[in-house]
């Protein structure tokens, strides 16, 4: 168990904790404190928040801290040309038999056609799974995580523009903060932010990159402390 003095940051030797009392002292500035908020439950890297990883950001706006990370992954570019083609050929299959129908409604007396009817609703799948996958390579180009953060807890998004998934939570009903490897049955994993105690529990992906996954986490764990000290 690490415990860290909540004013000067170093780190408190055994013989300057009485947890019988819950007192602690640190010898460095003198100051004594509660020896249960002294206690550093999550490893931090500060040196992430000192300077943050490529497609990170941290920042000041008013009374908040506002923390977040790009959702921008590499995979958006192979699926771009694929979601092109498949509009592409979704359009035309659509458009051609639709065309195929208003003639064939108009000139059935006049010239005998044969119309297809499987491949009208093969159109209109392709262009159904065309959509999804324009979502998914938006959201995987422009896509952000942003958490606000106050004195009284914060509230996130993840999503693109003004659409997306949003959550509020408060540091007093915090009990823990862990991440949660999903492995999918088809071989991808994903990664996720839980903070336990809150009504609902706040369940969040995190990005794909290792870096911004851990500048998020730290963040999240280093200002929950900050709130405990001042506590």
Known sequence: MKMLCPHCGNALPPEAVNVATDLALCPECGRANRASICVVEDEINQDLLRRPPPGTWLRQEGEEIVIGTTLRSKLAWLLGPSTAILLWSGMNIYNTHCSQIITDTYSSQIIPRRFDLFQLPFGIIVLLVTAVLVGITIYMIFGRQEWRLDENGGSGFNGVGCFGKRWRFTWKDLTRIHTHTLRHIRGGTSYWLV?????????????????????????????????????
């Not at 911004?212 to 280093?222: K, L, P, T």
């Open 195 to 231: 903070l336990e105690g809150t009504s609902p529990e706040v369940k969040v992906i995190l990005p794909g990159r290792k870096d911004r996954q851990q500048f998020i986490v730290n963040a999240i764990r280093y200002y929950h402390q900050q709130w405990r000290r001042r506590e």
